[in-house]
């Protein structure tokens, strides 16, 4: 079955520093991709919607600046936490739509920590 | 097993009983239905589909129903399983050019033994 790649799957920094999380679709091309967010006991929150080639699609209350996206090929996006704060500590989950099947794949999240 | 909205963070059922888990979705318009399950820090793992034009599909050991005439959906596990223990969310896709999963608010699945 497709498979979608997340790397790294834990990170811990000190705050102030900027983490990058790669999302990797490994099988299929993927010209959209979805980046969330999810807290302890809840449920998974749409952060933005990342096309290929374009700016990325930010959900209301979604800091553009804090959360930079990029998805310059048709297998890879990139989520950058800029100047983390413990408040961005989260599991943030990647997903990716297989371009010709429309379906929907998730990666195996990133746990953020910041000190 | 018992059937829960997704108010109730657990539902726990007997190992070999059948489990329900109901979920009330939002829009009208969403066209495609997922259910998901997701294990201690791990993404979410698919589990069964269904389109707004069916009102049940089945899958092994799993159902999903569809009522839209009141926005609800329902998974059914037959024979639950420990391995079925994780936490299980609905998501609803809306149609068009920029279509996006809205996932509810999850429900744990507790089997004992």
């Known amino acids: 079955g497709a498979v979608v790649s997340q790397h790294p799957s834990r990170v811990i920094c000190k705050s102030g520093t900027s983490v990058k999380i790669e999302c990797r679709s490994l099988?299929?091309?993927?010209?959209?991709m979805f980046w969330y967010r999810q807290f302890p006991k809840q449920s998974l929150m749409l952060m933005a919607t990342?096309?290929?080639?374009?700016?990325?699609?930010?959900e209301q209350g979604v800091e553009k600046d804090k959360f930079l996206i990029n998805h310059a090929s048709l297998t890879l996006s990139t989520l950058t936490v800029t100047s983390a704060h413990p408040e961005d500590s989260s599991f943030y989950i990647c997903?990716?739509?297989?371009?010709?099947?429309?379906?929907?794949?998730f990666g195996s999240g990133t746990q953020l920590s910041v000190l | 097993g018992e059937s829960v909205g997704l108010h109730l963070p657990t539902l726990s059922v007997q190992e070999g009983d059948n489990s329900i888990i109901n979920c009330a979705y939002s829009?009208?318009?969403?066209?495609?239905f997922i259910w998901y399950k997701q294990e201690s820090g791990k993404g979410p793992q698919f589990i069964i589909d269904?389109?707004?034009?069916?009102d049940k599909r089945q899958g092994q050991r799993v159902t999903v129903l569809l009522n839209k005439t009141v926005k609800h959906l329902s998974l059914q596990i037959a024979a639950t399983q420990p391995g079925d223990s994780a936490v299980y969310f609905c998501?609803?896709?809306?149609?068009?050019?920029?279509?996006?999963?809205?996932f509810g608010k999850g429900i744990t699945l507790s089997v004992r033994p």
């Open positions: 829009n009208s318009a969403s066209d495609y």
């Open positions: 997903s990716a739509r297989d371009s010709r099947q429309g379906k929907l794949f």
């Open positions: 990342s096309n290929e080639g374009s700016k990325a699609t930010y």
């Open positions: 998501a609803e896709n809306m149609p068009g050019a920029n279509s996006k999963l809205t």
């Open positions: 269904i389109r707004s034009n069916m």
């Open positions: 099988d299929f091309q993927a010209t959209t």
